[in-house]
């Protein structure tokens, strides 16, 4: 399993989840490698944090964890992969990662380092436009639906 973040700004780091993931461990992967990557992308203060619905990612104690570090997280539908960047930026990876067609999971592993670095920031930051119009949109929708 891979575990990756991205911003408008470029991607952030990749990293390789060699054991099924917990609360515990998503937090800690949180602590050790999205904020070293806002810090690398130059995010400033109010950046909004957004993940999936995963039972992981609501939990209790992770909820907790991001309301004591101050993030600011979107909430958001579940089974809403339009509206979730991220998505559009692994659908690209495995792609790409396919066509290269690894023969074992070292190979694996690296041509996905490779082909995240290929990912120029101009292409994350159209991915997180594209999404965040699409949540725009929802939002009108939703809007209309309430009035009637």
């Not at 690398?40 to 950046?47: A, P, Q, T, Y």
Request: proline share 5%; with cysteine.
């Amino acid at each position: 399993m891979l575990w990756g973040c991205f911003s408008a700004k470029g991607p952030g780091r990749l990293i390789r989840v060699k054991e099924r993931m917990n609360g515990t461990m998503y937090r800690e992967i949180l602590s050790d490698n999205l904020l070293p990557s806002a810090r690398v992308l130059k995010m400033k203060r109010g950046w909004v944090f957004q993940h999936d619905n995963d039972p992981k990612h609501t939990a209790r104690a992770t909820k907790e964890w991001l309301r004591k570090k101050h993030f600011k997280v979107l909430e958001w539908p579940s089974q809403s992969p339009d509206l979730n960047p991220i998505e559009n930026l692994w659908r690209e990876l495995k792609v790409c990662v396919a066509q290269r067609q690894p023969q074992n999971i070292t190979a694996l592993e690296e041509i996905c380092m490779e082909e995240r670095a290929k990912i120029p920031a101009t292409g994350a930051g159209t991915l997180a436009r594209c999404c965040f119009k699409s949540l725009a949109f929802h939002e009108v929708t939703l809007l209309e639906k309430k009035k009637k």
